[in-house]
């Protein structure tokens, strides 16, 4: 188990173009979330998946956002036509709830994300 | 919906000075409480959790309880060293939404100084 793995660890990039993330999940947890974090704040939810389905999407989640997780293994985050206002610190995290108790909760170390 | 209030920093202490960082928390349901640390330039850790009314939790000298009754979580360290300056994060996760997701406080910046 090697933990949460995120790539790239760093990303800049233009303004409208468009940027992909990926997350590695522990392979036993069965949820996998994204967040975002900006300097000085805590993290703040984006959305979440169990297995494959992606199961809820935080209002901060624009039309410019989408995330997959195809077969129910790694993620992507896809953002299109990027604005400078989504510089900031994208997470993943993935968990294991088994019969409604959250067993475990591991964040990967970040995509941190610059629009110029 | 869920919130969390967390003490403004930045803090500085001098190396084995007592710290507490305040935190409490505004939830619909029952929720676990979690601290976590992130130092320069890494990703979050777990520091310690609890899941019920009246639990501790611990973990590299830390504590912090679980007080339903004033809806706090208050981290505490009796000697703080230089290698605790980080950014310590109070969270929330509301069993009742189903998702799990965490909800942060702003953070507090601890610096410890020798």
């Known amino acids: 188990d090697t933990g949460v793995s995120q790539d790239p660890r760093h990303k800049i990039t233009k303004r409208g173009q468009n940027v992909t993330f990926r997350c590695d999940p522990i392979?036993?947890?069965?949820?996998l979330y994204w967040y975002r974090q900006t300097l000085g704040q805590g993290p703040e939810f984006l959305t979440y998946f169990q297995n494959e389905a992606q199961l809820e999407k935080s209002r901060l989640l624009s039309d410019r956002f989408s995330a997959e997780r195809p077969k129910g293994s790694f993620s992507t985050l896809e953002i299109q036509r990027t604005e400078q206002g989504d510089s900031a610190m994208y997470l993943c995290?993935?968990?294991?709830?088994?019969?409604?108790?959250?067993?475990?909760?591991?964040f990967g170390s970040g995509t941190r994300l610059t629009v110029v | 919906g869920d919130s969390v209030t967390q003490m403004e920093g930045p803090v500085t202490l001098s190396e084995e000075a007592f710290l507490t960082i305040n935190c409490t928390y505004t939830?619909?349901?029952?929720?676990?409480l979690f601290w976590y640390v992130q130092y320069p330039g890494e990703g979050l850790q777990l520091l310690l959790k609890?899941?019920?009314?009246?639990d501790k939790g611990s973990n590299k000298g830390f504590e912090a309880t679980y007080r339903k009754e004033t809806t706090s979580f208050h981290l505490e360290k009796g000697s703080v060293q230089v290698s605790d300056s980080a950014v310590y994060f109070c969270a929330l996760s509301d069993r009742g939404a189903g998702s799990y997701q965490l909800t942060f406080g702003k953070g507090t910046k601890l610096s410890v100084i020798p």
């Open positions: 392979s036993e947890h069965n949820r």
């Open positions: 995290a993935s968990s294991l709830v088994w019969d409604r108790d959250l067993l475990g909760y591991t």
């Open positions: 609890a899941t019920k009314a009246d």
């Open positions: 939830a619909t349901g029952y929720p676990s």
